[in-house]
């Protein structure tokens, strides 16, 4: 019985262990704006990664930019005019700079899957990925499983409905924290048992 009783706080312990290194890796600061990179890669799924996006393909951060996972129905024209102002749509348009929707991942795996196929088709790299700080963990697990070779530069946004100082003391925050620290686990046994 004792033996059970040790494997239990053993494993509550590994658990709270991999909690905190994933809840500070959130905090992680983005790469140097003014490091440019073959690409920029927008996963859609939150507010403000969009937006990000498109600000730093009108700072000229890169000459292209992917955006993976977007709406079946949705145009390039509803696509700047719901993330982008007059002056950021001018700046991509005066650069003469390239836009690419994937229409078909669905799921973080995918996003991976289908960015990758593009890199490699393009022969890039170096890429900027740009997602939500609480997604950022997980996305690197899929991107560098993908990409292996390809410098991936991180860009994490805070969205506006996250509590972002104190997330533990808000239920929604927190219940999304915790629902994403056991999709990483998922995701980082998934590739770990891939390589072996």
């Known amino acids: 019985m004792r033996w059970i009783l040790s494997i239990i706080i053993a494993g509550a312990a ?9 809840a500070f890796s959130m905090y992680t600061q983005a790469a140097d ?10 996963l859609t799924g939150g507010n403000a990664r969009v937006e990000r ?17 977007v709406g079946q129905n949705v145009t390039m024209l509803e696509m ?21 929707f994937d229409y078909d991942a669905s799921s973080t795996q995918t996003n991976a899957a289908e960015a990758a196929k593009f890199v490699r088709d393009r022969k890039y790299k170096t ?16 991107f560098r499983a993908a990409l292996p070779g390809v410098t991936i530069l991180r860009e994490p946004v805070v969205p506006d409905s996250f509590a972002h100082t104190k997330w533990w003391q808000d239920k929604a925050s927190r219940k999304l924290i915790l ?6 686990i998922a995701a980082s046994a998934r590739v770990l048992l891939d390589r072996l």
């Open 14 to 22: 590994l658990w709270l262990a991999a909690f905190f290194v994933f």
């Open 33 to 42: 704006a003014n490091e440019r990179t073959d690409a920029l890669i927008v």
């Open 53 to 69: 996006g498109f600000t730093l393909l009108a700072e000229n951060s890169a000459p292209v930019l992917f955006i993976s996972g």
């Open 80 to 100: 700047l005019a719901a993330h982008t102002d007059a002056n950021v749509r001018n700046a991509i348009l005066e650069a003469g700079s390239e836009i690419v």
């Open 127 to 142: 890429v900027r990925l740009i997602t939500a700080h609480y997604h950022m963990p997980r996305s690197l697990v899929e």
């Open 179 to 184: 629902q994403e620290f056991h999709k990483y």
